[in-house]
């Protein structure tokens, strides 16, 4: 069965007839993990996973799906298998666990002999709640004969979208998790994703051979997220802008391009701001540095290829840009995903440039061709990618809110009329003044070269530019020669490529594409249609309401102090810094201020080892930051 979400707030009981068991999940929650309330629908999927339904479990990015699987354990007292893709999601989670005093291991390759020992020890003592692993370890090692001698009652597929050949991140070695109902045919089987349409799910569930699933859908909607959309034009300008309005905090800088993430990294460095590049190419000790560095938050700068999946779950990151087109809106989901996990407001920036779409068709053609399918199924690949691409394109010239387009993008309706975070919300885009008349002007320059030249050579031309090729054919002889001086070359070049994008002009296919008219050019010059170009410009950005409400009443002086605490304590245990204390459960301190371990009880956050782990501490740093404020 399907459940839908139409009220974010979760029924009194979850439980009905079972009022003790009831009470003691809410217990194990409050005392662990310091919460008394559970996010949308998390109560029910673990409901689903304590009474051994296989379920299909579709919570956004912060929505919480991993406490889905870590609280039932606690409660049978017994070991759960955690399949998950990256071993670096893995550390984080292991890392965070620990941190609550939470019995949990995970086995990967970066274990040296003797951990992997101590690990498999504490595996077969049944003293682990919890165990991660990757699918090809899983199936590569004699694992599966030691789990077979314990009482395995669940097992837990983490980014089950990957085991979808209709996913974004589709990972072959995920289909032979199905295998694992002939080995284990009493245990209970979960799939947990934040990105999957209704044919990934159906997929998911099909793949995996799950029993009569229960299927539980979140609201995709992440209200504490501003996206905007930006129209590309002097790239590195633009984005020291984006990132100066976020100094000292965690931020992730996509490109579509290894050798950009290293080009930008070096530039951004050299303005002053701590960066450092994260893709395939590195080697592995390099990126496990930078991951290391992000994490303790010796750097809050990262930049990354879109291609390779960082596995940084570093929950209070409030920026995540992108330097040029994401491939899909599942794709662009998953990765601004990484912005706000902490439930506050976080800000997702997308730098757009028509030319984008064009680069990615010609990779999809060129990856289709070097793939040595039949040409049908080669076509059907090609097809499939570029479909995905036109919705990720509509979306970033779409003049709507975006998150009701995502929204219904992912099949669930948006109710909100302004939701008062996105670029068209708050007002921030801007249309071309005489917009027709600026269309009319480009395609008329694209009649008077004969429909021979690129993007590049036509807009010289529009802004009166003297070059050699100019000169040589004769194009400033020309009545549209220099009447579009007063834009400069990159804003030229990007209005016309929203008349490409808007197929009001055309492109040949090919690696050097030129410039051609069409029926719609046609019907523009005629004035038969109206066109609407964005001036390529953002207005200042004016912020949410979320994060001004994030921020009430937070002493910021005291936040900063609580900060370097936690960097200082998460230096000396060698941990990432959120797994000491979020950012949400700093704030929440920096706002109440307590005075007593019972007051700081209440703080968001902080439950019992924590308290125990580093109560005598805060207080103390609280009671010294108000002395020094008398």
């Known amino acids: 069965m399907t459940r839908k979400v139409s009220d974010p707030t979760p029924p009194a009981n979850q439980f009905i007839g079972q009022e003790s068991l009831s009470v003691e999940i809410h217990q194990t929650l409050l005392r662990w993990w310091g919460f008394d309330t559970f996010r949308p629908l998390q109560a029910e999927a673990i409901s689903a996973a304590i009474h051994g339904h296989d379920s299909v479990v579709v919570l956004p990015t912060g929505g919480g799906k991993s406490l889905c699987y870590q609280l039932p354990p606690l409660l049978s007292q017994t070991t759960d298998i955690i399949i998950s893709p990256l071993v670096s999601l893995m550390k984080d989670q292991?890392?965070?666990?620990?941190?609550?005093?939470?019995?949990?291991?995970?086995?990967?390759?970066?274990?040296?002999?003797?951990?992997?020992?101590?690990?498999?020890?504490?595996?077969?003592?049944?003293?682990?709640?919890?165990?991660?692993?990757?699918?090809?370890?899983?199936?590569?090692?004699?694992?599966?004969?030691?789990?077979?001698?314990?009482?395995?009652?669940?097992?837990?597929?983490?980014?089950?979208h990957c085991i979808s050949q209709w996913g974004h991140d589709f990972r072959p070695e995920y289909r032979q998790l199905s295998a694992l109902r002939n080995h284990f045919p009493q245990?209970?089987?979960?799939?947990?994703?934040?990105?999957?349409?209704?044919?990934?799910?159906?997929?998911?569930?099909?793949?995996?051979?799950?029993?009569?699933?229960?299927?539980?859908?979140?609201?995709?909607?992440?209200?504490?997220?501003?996206?905007?959309?930006?129209?590309?034009?002097?790239?590195?300008?633009?984005?020291?802008?984006?990132?100066?309005?976020?100094?000292?905090?965690?931020?992730?800088?996509?490109?579509?391009?290894?050798?950009?993430?290293?080009?930008?990294?070096?530039?951004?460095?050299?303005?002053?701001?701590?960066?450092?590049?994260?893709?395939?190419?590195?080697?592995?000790?390099?990126?496990?540095?930078?991951?290391?560095?992000?994490?303790?938050?010796?750097?809050?700068?990262?930049?990354?290829?879109?291609?390779?999946?960082?596995?940084?779950?570093?929950?209070n990151v409030r920026l995540v840009l992108h330097t040029g087109l994401p491939k899909s809106l599942e794709a662009y989901q998953q990765e601004t995903g990484r912005a706000g996990r902490d439930g506050l407001a976080a800000e997702c920036v997308l730098l757009y440039s028509p030319a984008d779409v064009f680069s990615w068709e010609a990779l999809i053609r060129r990856g289709a061709e070097s793939s040595e399918l039949?040409?049908?199924?080669?076509?059907?690949?090609?097809?499939?990618?570029?479909?995905?691409?036109?919705?990720?394109?509509?979306?970033?010239?779409?003049?709507?809110?975006?998150?009701?387009?995502?929204?219904?993008h992912f099949g669930q309706p948006y109710e909100l009329s302004n939701c008062k975070s996105c670029d068209v919300c708050l007002g921030e885009t801007t249309n071309l003044a005489d917009s027709n008349t600026v269309a009319q002007k480009i395609i008329s320059c694209v009649a008077r070269v004969s429909?021979?030249?690129?993007?590049?050579?036509?807009?010289?031309?529009?802004?009166?530019?003297?070059?050699?090729?100019?000169?040589?054919?004769?194009?400033?002889?020309?009545?549209?020669?220099?009447?579009?001086?007063?834009?400069?070359?990159?804003?030229?070049?990007?209005?016309?490529?929203?008349?490409?994008?808007?197929?009001?002009?055309?492109?040949?296919?090919?690696?050097?594409?030129?410039?051609?008219?069409?029926?719609?050019?046609?019907?523009?010059?005629?004035?038969?249609?109206?066109?609407?170009?964005?001036?390529?410009?953002?207005?200042?950005?004016?912020?949410?309401?979320?994060?001004?409400?994030?921020?009430?009443?937070?002493?910021?002086?005291?936040?900063?102090?609580?900060?370097?605490?936690?960097?200082?304590?998460?230096?000396?245990?060698?941990?990432?810094?959120?797994?000491?204390?979020?950012?949400?459960?700093?704030?929440s301190i920096a706002r109440e201020k307590p005075t007593s371990p019972a007051t700081l009880l209440n703080c968001k956050g902080i439950g019992e080892k924590r308290l125990a782990d580093h109560g005598a501490a805060l207080l103390t740093l609280i009671k010294q930051h108000n002395h020094k404020s008398v």
């Open 94 to 160: 292991v890392d965070s666990l620990e941190a609550i005093g939470y019995p949990a291991a995970a086995i990967h390759s970066g274990l040296s002999v003797n951990e992997r020992r101590k690990t498999y020890q504490r595996l077969r003592s049944g003293a682990l709640r919890l165990l991660f692993i990757a699918p090809e370890r899983l199936f590569n090692s004699n694992l599966i004969e030691t789990i077979s001698h314990l009482s395995i009652q669940r097992f837990a597929i983490d980014e089950a």
């Open 374 to 408: 039949p040409e049908v199924e080669s076509q059907k690949l090609i097809d499939s990618q570029i479909v995905h691409l036109q919705q990720m394109r509509k979306y970033a010239q779409a003049a709507r809110c975006r998150h009701a387009f995502l929204s219904e």
């Open 451 to 587: 429909e021979r030249f690129g993007v590049r050579h036509l807009c010289e031309v529009l802004r009166g530019a003297q070059t050699a090729p100019i000169q040589r054919h004769g194009h400033h002889r020309l009545s549209t020669y220099g009447i579009l001086k007063s834009f400069d070359q990159r804003i030229c070049e990007n209005l016309v490529h929203q008349l490409l994008d808007q197929e009001y002009l055309s492109r040949s296919i090919g690696d050097r594409p030129v410039v051609m008219l069409n029926e719609k050019s046609w019907e523009i010059l005629r004035n038969q249609r109206d066109v609407i170009l964005l001036e390529p410009r953002l207005k200042k950005a004016i912020g949410s309401q979320k994060e001004s409400d994030d921020w009430g009443g937070v002493d910021r002086t005291l936040f900063d102090r609580l900060r370097q605490w936690r960097r200082k304590i998460a230096d000396e245990r060698g941990k990432p810094a959120w797994t000491i204390l979020d950012d949400r459960a700093l704030r």
């Open 187 to 315: 245990a209970s089987f979960h799939a947990y994703t934040a990105t999957a349409t209704p044919p990934v799910r159906k997929d998911i569930a099909e793949q995996l051979h799950l029993k009569n699933p229960e299927v539980f859908v979140g609201i995709f909607d992440r209200p504490n997220l501003t996206y905007r959309v930006i129209q590309r034009t002097n790239r590195t300008t633009q984005i020291l802008e984006i990132l100066g309005r976020h100094p000292k905090e965690a931020s992730i800088v996509y490109c579509i391009s290894r050798r950009e993430t290293e080009r930008l990294a070096k530039h951004l460095t050299a303005s002053g701001l701590l960066a450092h590049p994260y893709h395939a190419g590195l080697d592995a000790k390099k990126r496990h540095q930078t991951q290391e560095a992000f994490a303790k938050e010796s750097i809050d700068i990262v930049v990354a290829t879109v291609a390779f999946g960082m596995g940084i779950d570093r929950s």
